[in-house]
């Protein structure tokens, strides 16, 4: 090698970290807590979030001071989306792709650091029990709790990878639910919906594909620990394309946030839960509107985990 040759092989090695950090410092930093449902809408059906009235309409929120779009993050991994309610401190809802799933294992909860300081970890964090959050939900809210408990929107048994399992152990994901309903019809209501999807839809790929879309409504009771809002209702609704069927599927469900109730569930369509409830839970054309899923609970596939 020549004295010049050297001289260059030198200089190169000595740029090259120096143009590794200049490249570095211009990857920009992605957050997880985003200003718009449409930086994180693979989640949805169509790319379209649902119509929440007076707080997200076409795809807008009216509010973006109070209400946060989260894409649930876990291991540098989007999982699924929740639209927070930063004051009432709870989700108005969680939303996901279906492929699968399974019961697992608890995990211990998480929080959305960024809601606290939006340059703050991009990655859900585990939740400090020393630390009282000022934009959302922690330990200390549900300690010591005989009436309530840490009730997932988008629950953990509509996962089948452990990571995605545990991504679902988050606050933003958790309202104050009455045990009873928690552990009984809504408890029930899962299981029937989770045996639909599993059984039904399958699309032309043979493969499981669908739409799931979980919410609460907010009340005017005392808020747990004078900082969390305890849901009136909750509610469910799910959309798909049936292979077997030969058309698209959907249903809704919802109930009461009391232990007192009914055994089950009824199933609704998704124009009853507009009517009744004012949401609509997917926009597009392609999910009947005036049909529900209750045919198929005669079937002997699902006849064991829904009933009406």
Request: aromatic letters at 8%; charged letters at 25%; glycine letters at 4%.
């Amino acid at each position: 090698m020549t004295q010049g040759s050297l001289m260059i092989s030198l200089m190169m090695q000595h740029l090259l970290p120096l143009a590794t950090l200049l490249l570095l410092s211009i990857v920009p930093t992605e957050t997880e807590v985003v200003a718009s449902v449409a930086q994180c809408n693979e989640f949805f059906l169509a790319q379209t979030p649902p119509n929440i009235p007076d707080i997200l309409e076409e795809g807008n929120i009216k509010d973006q001071n109070r209400y946060k779009v989260i894409c649930q993050t876990l291991r540098d991994i989007r999982r699924f989306v929740t639209l927070y309610d930063t004051q009432n401190r709870i989700p108005v809802f969680s939303a996901a792709e279906y492929r699968g799933g399974s019961e697992g294992k608890r995990s211990f909860w998480k929080i959305e650091p960024q809601l606290e300081n939006i340059n703050d970890n991009d990655n859900m964090i585990p939740a400090d029990k020393k630390i009282t959050y000022d934009h959302q939900a922690g330990i200390n809210d549900y300690a010591k709790q005989t009436e309530f408990e840490k009730g997932h929107l988008f629950p953990s048994s509509y996962r089948s990878d452990e990571v995605d399992k545990r991504s679902t152990f988050t606050l933003t994901n958790a309202v104050p639910q009455r045990k009873l309903f928690n552990n009984g019809r809504w408890s029930s209501m899962e299981r029937c919906v989770k045996c639909i999807l599993d059984k039904y839809c399958i699309n032309n790929n043979n493969q499981v594909e669908d739409f799931v879309v979980i919410g609460a409504k907010p009340s005017n009771e005392k808020p747990l620990k004078e900082r969390i809002n305890i849901p009136s209702v909750l509610w469910s609704a799910f959309c798909c394309y049936s292979h077997s069927q030969n058309k698209w599927l959907a249903s809704a469900h919802w109930g009461n946030n009391t232990d007192l109730g009914p055994t089950y569930l009824q199933t609704k369509t998704l124009g009853e839960l507009l009517t009744e409830l004012g949401i609509e839970a997917f926009p597009g054309k392609e999910c009947p509107k005036d049909e529900s899923v209750t045919q198929l609970y005669s079937q002997p596939a699902c006849k064991s985990h829904c009933r009406q």
